[in-house]
């Protein structure tokens, strides 16, 4: 009996907050834009899946802090220090949602030109030079410092891994296998490719440079010799020879006399900087100023914030690009200018509560048209129209706010304020035009297969034993809700997010399809159709072998 229907689209968009913020549309958009990328993806998305459905994750413990915001139960520190959560890990999503955008759009273009060059026999130029490409997008994610960076090296090598895969298995079935110095040169390739596959099962989270050297030199290595094995004329035992005394001269690693010893290869080994995570617990909020009390003083009234200031942080949830972190950052000032206010509002405590007023209604002002901002036209009401009355009143809101800081004697941290209110509308601007190029390549996203009709595939799992035999599993019928256009790589991936009990051996690069029950060390071909499986009774067979 089939299982329900696996969809993977379901899988990475299962929110579990039911709750509508105009803020936190456009991270719940992209989130459900990369699972339609993944369901149409013919390439590895395990990795994808597995940081989509953290970022999902992450967007609900958002909703989490936004509650504790706007829950009347909780203490003033508690709301402060939740609102400073939900901001910063918002603004942080969505821009490692974005940055993954850029990167995995720049990705398939280089993997599918790798993908081609071995059926249209490109130069070997044309092979150093995409994987030069490719190496220099992953120094550009690391970069980045986003939550999603030190996923790319991970990502894009196990992407070289299956290519690898594909073409190894052209090659091996050539006639010539029968020279020596062909069947040496090939097991060479095979444990370089092991050794790949090692580096993916590494934990890092902080790669080193030389790992990073390794795995780009042996990948060019190898994709460079397979290019050479698949000439228009076939290969004389000379030829074998000769690349097969060439590969002896070549380092292990990344070593810099690796480009000088093959100078048809452009050297694609430089420099990756380090720090690539974001130091955790890093608090951007300015420190309290404790008053000072004089002693022998006469008790003064403090002055008091105004009544509405509390409801000034819960308006930042309905507030959308490309205002939402300009209001952030304009509620953090009033939080400075708060703590501000406890601090010096005894000396002129009436003083000081007119212009904190004066200030906080400004700010208010501008924080209300944000709010009420019209939708974009089309953008499924995510993003607001950029107005010029709107852009007013937040400009008008700085002078006030200014003349604040100068009241209180800090007037050297305006600057600070003033930078961060800049590179704070520079954000808003990027992520609504960044927005606009991604909904103009999807108009909707929804699940792509969700009008498909689902495939029925028996899998029956094996793996190796203790004792070097095999281990056959009783077979399980499972509905995928896949297309059958789809290869087998993207059904291997769907089954190691759907599979808990076997789901981390699946994601091993170790892992594939067998050819037959009669011999499980023949692989399937990745680049397989599902629809190229022979459907006995309705239903299509495989045997999936799982890695170590």
């Not at 099962?201 to 010799?225: C, E, G, M, W």
């Not at 790589?489 to 699946?506: C, H, K, P, V, Y």
């Amino acid at each position: 009996m089939a299982s329900p229907t696996f969809s993977l689209y379901e899988h990475i968009t299962a929110f579990q907050s039911e709750k509508d913020y105009k803020a936190t549309r456009l991270a719940k958009f992209l989130i459900r834009a990369f699972a339609r990328d993944a369901c149409l993806s013919q390439w590895d998305v395990s990795d994808l899946c597995y940081h989509l459905v953290h970022a999902r994750k992450r967007y609900d413990e958002i909703h989490s802090w936004i509650a504790c915001v706007e829950s009347d139960t909780q203490t003033e520190d508690a709301r402060w220090d939740a609102f400073d959560k939900y901001t910063n890990n918002l603004d942080e999503l969505e821009r490692a949602l974005f940055d993954l955008v850029v990167a995995l759009d720049k990705e398939h273009e280089l993997f599918t030109e790798l993908h081609t060059q071995a059926q249209r026999r490109a130069p070997l130029h044309d092979v150093s030079l995409s994987m030069r490409l490719i190496e220099e997008l992953v120094e550009g994610s690391f970069k980045k410092k986003s939550i999603f960076s030190p996923s790319c090296f991970r990502r894009s090598l196990r992407r070289i891994c299956i290519l690898i895969k594909e073409w190894f298995m052209a090659i091996t079935a050539r006639s010539d296998r029968t020279y020596q110095a062909c069947q040496d040169t090939l097991d060479f390739i095979e444990n370089r490719i092991d050794e790949m596959r090692k580096w993916d099962q590494r934990t890092d989270t902080k790669p080193d440079l030389t790992l990073h050297r390794s795995a780009f030199a042996n990948a060019v290595y190898v994709l460079s010799i397979l290019r050479l094995l698949n000439p228009e004329t076939p290969l004389t035992p000379e030829h074998w020879t000769k690349i097969s005394d060439a590969r002896k001269k070549i380092p292990h690693g990344g070593s810099s006399a690796y480009h000088k010893l093959v100078p048809e290869l452009i050297t694609i080994i430089i420099k990756i900087p380090e720090g690539l995570t974001r130091p955790a617990g890093t608090d951007t909020k300015p420190p309290d100023i404790k008053p000072v009390e004089p002693v022998g003083a006469t008790p003064v009234t403090p002055a008091k914030l105004p009544s509405f200031y509390p409801e000034l942080k819960r308006k930042a949830t309905e507030i959308r690009r490309p205002y939402f972190l300009q209001a952030v950052t304009f509620i953090r000032i009033c939080e400075r200018l708060a703590r501000a206010l406890k601090a010096e509002g005894e000396n002129r405590p009436r003083e000081a509560e007119n212009i904190i007023e004066i200030t906080f209604l400004s700010v208010e002002a501008a924080l209300d048209a944000a709010v009420n901002a019209l939708s974009e036209s089309g953008s499924q009401g995510i993003t607001s129209v950029k107005s010029d009355s709107v852009t007013e009143l937040f400009s008008g809101a700085q002078e006030p706010l200014r003349n604040c800081f100068t009241f209180f004697k800090i007037k050297q941290e305006w600057q600070e304020w003033d930078n961060k209110m800049k590179a704070a509308a520079k954000r808003d601007t990027d992520h609504l035009n960044l927005l606009q190029d991604r909904m103009r390549m999807h108009a909707k996203c929804d699940n792509p297969l969700s009008s498909k009709t689902p495939v029925t595939i028996q899998l029956q799992f094996v793996r190796t034993d203790p004792f070097g035999g095999w281990e056959v599993h009783t077979p399980k019928t499972v509905s995928y809700e896949i297309s059958v256009d789809s290869n087998l790589q993207t059904l291997l991936s769907m089954e190691a997010s759907r599979n808990d009990e076997f789901g981390e051996r699946i994601m091993s690069l170790k892992s594939y399809f067998a050819l037959s029950k009669d011999d499980f060390n023949q692989m399937r071909s990745p680049e397989t159709k599902i629809k190229d499986i022979d459907v006995v009774h309705g239903i299509r067979s495989l045997i999936l072998v799982l890695g170590e």
